[in-house]
DNA sequence: AGCCTCCACGTAAACGTTTACATAGCTTTA
DNA sequence: TAAAGCTATGTAAACGTTTACGTGGAGGCT
């Protein structure tokens, strides 16, 4: 079943007469080949099943063609889906240009995270699209000789490409519709402000309150550990303090409050308000459908895999920036 | 910031006043090295800021430490997160040994699939695990010479190592509980029949069947594409056949089943039961909660990890078939 | 003292490509 | 017809490691 030897770019040379040359142009197409010539070459790696090496090629040519994104992708209980969306669309770029993805996870921890930049070591890859989990580290002594693009979010004093969502525009938008609704007491329901986006999400909130002339009650904001039971208990405290509505940036903190609100029968939107953050499926079939903020998850990953492309084309082109807009989806829930 | 230069062995080994066998040996653990003699490698990488060419090792040491996953992996509308658990499970073992992921996309598309295979190359991955999208293609024409672990299906006439999901005996066992309950007119709602899993779940929902005495209607039985539309739509058809329960083989047709019979408030499982599959943390919030089964998603990545590592260990040892089993999740909707 | 062993390390080939440089034969030009 | 240019291909170095083999010297043994 298996070829027991390892036919190289010599055996097909020489099975057709040429050089590894001529071969190697074949292949590539990168030098003129006569018909005739090629013709053979093409034979020769019929007959002798060949494959070629990429590893060698990578070595000589200095470019494995491959981009690693490293995110907090994997699944886990404290996971949302986010980030495969966004792997996706890098994905689907990177795909129409013969480049391979390499997913690393991060588990959204700054020590995994360190590690898996070292294990990526430095040939190996061709560019790197990482979502940091810290904004305080300092990534570039960890980094290799490749492009950085920076997704979601980014670390204090970077001078690298990033493709981020516009989160405080949208959060302001969500919290300021919800002000039209006539509500007074909403609720803050969030992940750590370890993060660029939570950070711009929390000021968006902020900032819609106090244009409408509202006072922030710090009772009504409640930062938590990103996971159901978390969204879940976050809810029960925070119902003490009588919100009309609610505003969760997690989509897992979000599964939480809607767990809880439902098991409590308590209706929505008419008892309680709530907008959650990101589009999943699961948003449409809970009573009512969900309100959210649909992040463009696959619009992201294709942005940063073109910024990357660029860049590796012309690593001196001018830093790119890019904001991304966030889409409020009104359903029944606000 | 960057190095200018590319720092090779080479040059620490010249710092250091070693060999380049020296430096290799000190990087690798791989022969006795004096510890004076280490200081002073160890000294001379640092000063230099070496980070080690994995490409020119995997070439000579023919071996990439890259093990590939090609699976319908990435999200979009009609997929459902299955193998992204799968996936968290590989990389758990996989990271443990050094070993390197790379997720490969079929889109659970015969073309895409074969496509990514030839992409693979040869001396690229160290091995290859896949949920293969067809059960007829000839796959063993596409692989290199790299051990294969199937994964959640086997193609016909393989002899290769596999792990899967014991899906025939989990789905008697749901039917048979939804038989036990009283129900007699249990429908079935599945993807194509293309892949084993879904034949195996078919089987068990029959052998159930026949097992209480009762007779399988083809009226009750609907195929279907997998999206949420699709499952939304085939529920509404298939209501008018008056089933008291349904059985819905895939998750994201689950949702389209949740989405329909809550549209219509329809009351579960007062006018009908349901069970799914596949545990996701968004079964937990509809009301009410489903009942579903629970496949070992992680503990299949994990055991077919295992499983790989081994046969790259040990080309000849006999091969490896595994069946975990799957677990009946009972909540409120059954 | 001669020989052997062991210790700690060095030398250089090899992995399979890509690619700068070279070249043989033919055609064109003056 | 000699020089020049073009066409199609060949030669061999280089990419950065790993590793089989070799070696100088220190110490032990007889």
Redesign the pocket.
């Known amino acids: 079943m298996n070829d027991s030897k390892?036919?190289?770019?010599?055996d097909v040379?020489k099975h057709a007469?040429?050089?590894?040359?001529?071969?190697?142009?074949v292949?590539?197409g990168?030098?003129?080949?006569?018909e005739?010539?090629k013709r053979k070459v093409h034979q020769a790696m019929d007959d002798l099943n060949?494959?070629?090496?990429s590893?060698?090629?990578s070595?000589?040519?200095?470019k494995s063609h491959v981009i690693a994104f490293l995110a907090p992708i994997l699944a886990s209980e404290t996971s949302n889906y986010f980030f495969m969306s966004v792997a996706a669309g890098i994905q689907s770029v990177l795909k129409q240009h013969q480049y391979h993805l390499v997913l690393s996870d991060s588990h959204e921890e700054e020590q995994f995270e360190s590690n898996e930049i070292r294990m990526l070591g430095s040939?190996m890859i061709d560019g790197l699209i990482m979502a940091p989990a810290s904004r305080e580290l300092d990534y570039e002594r960890l980094f290799g000789d490749y492009p950085v693009v920076y997704l979601d979010r980014v670390p204090n004093n970077s001078y690298r490409d990033f493709v981020v969502v516009d989160n405080k525009t949208v959060s302001k938008e969500a919290v300021q519709m919800l002000i039209g609704n006539g509500h007074k007491r909403i609720a803050y329901i969030s992940g750590p402000h370890t993060l660029t986006t939570t950070e711009e999400r929390h000021a968006g909130y902020l900032e819609a309150l106090s244009e409408a002339g509202l006072a922030a009650d710090s009772e009504l904001i409640s930062i938590g550990e990103v996971s159901l039971n978390s969204g879940y208990k976050i809810t029960e405290s925070l119902l003490k303090q009588q919100p009309t509505a609610i505003f969760v940036t997690d989509n897992v903190m979000a599964m939480g409050v809607m767990f809880y609100l439902q098991e409590k029968k308590i209706s929505v939107p008419e008892q309680i308000a709530v907008i959650a953050y990101d589009e999943f499926q699961w948003t449409r079939i809970t009573s009512p459908p969900l309100t959210v903020i649909e992040q463009p998850a696959f619009e992201l990953g294709v942005k940063a895999a073109e910024v990357m492309l660029e860049r590796i084309d012309d690593p001196e082109a001018p830093m790119q920036e890019h904001r991304l807009t966030a889409n409020l989806i009104v359903r029944h829930s606000s």
Chains 1, 2 share one sequence.
Do not use: G, M
């Open positions: 390892n036919i190289s770019i010599k040379a007469n040429v050089s590894t040359a001529t071969v190697s142009h292949i590539n990168t030098r003129f080949v006569s005739e010539t060949y494959r070629i090496n590893v060698a090629r070595l000589r040519s200095r040939q």
